[in-house]
């Protein structure tokens, strides 16, 4: 089992900045892809943004490329996600997830997920 917690969410204007943590414990952090999703109210949950196991590869959706960037420390068992140039349409709960290896831009392909941060864009 990994169990992960975000935080970093909150209120921000438009064209603002947060920072999104992910704290992973259970199994060994580095084994794992990491991936950041969100869902606003009414719509499905999507995909932000995903890292590999060390690092050495990032993927972003079209709608964040530019303005936001994922990394990790893996000693510290944390995964980031840097929100730049936040737009109302950014507005949604973020959620951290983990797969062995691998990443994902399918949510349905990773095992293990967070309860999730909110993130509001005021306009």
């Known amino acids: 089992q990994v169990q992960l917690v975000e935080s970093g969410g909150g209120l921000v204007q438009a064209g603002g900045s947060l920072r999104l943590s992910c704290a992973a414990s259970g199994r060994t952090f580095s084994n794992y892809a990491m991936g950041w999703f969100r869902q606003a109210p009414g719509k499905e949950r999507e995909f932000v943004a995903a890292?590999?196991?060390?690092?050495?590869?990032?993927y972003y959706a079209d709608s964040v490329k530019g303005r936001f960037a994922i990394s990790r420390d893996n000693p510290k068992n944390t995964v980031y996600l840097q929100m730049n140039s936040l737009k109302p349409e950014d507005t949604a709960v973020y959620y951290c997830?983990?797969?062995?290896?691998?990443?994902?831009?399918?949510?349905?392909?990773?095992?293990?997920w967070g309860q999730g941060t909110q993130v509001t864009v005021s306009s």
């Open positions: 997830a983990a797969r062995y290896r691998v990443y994902s831009i399918t949510s349905r392909d990773y095992p293990y």
């Open positions: 890292i590999s196991w060390n690092a050495d590869s990032t």
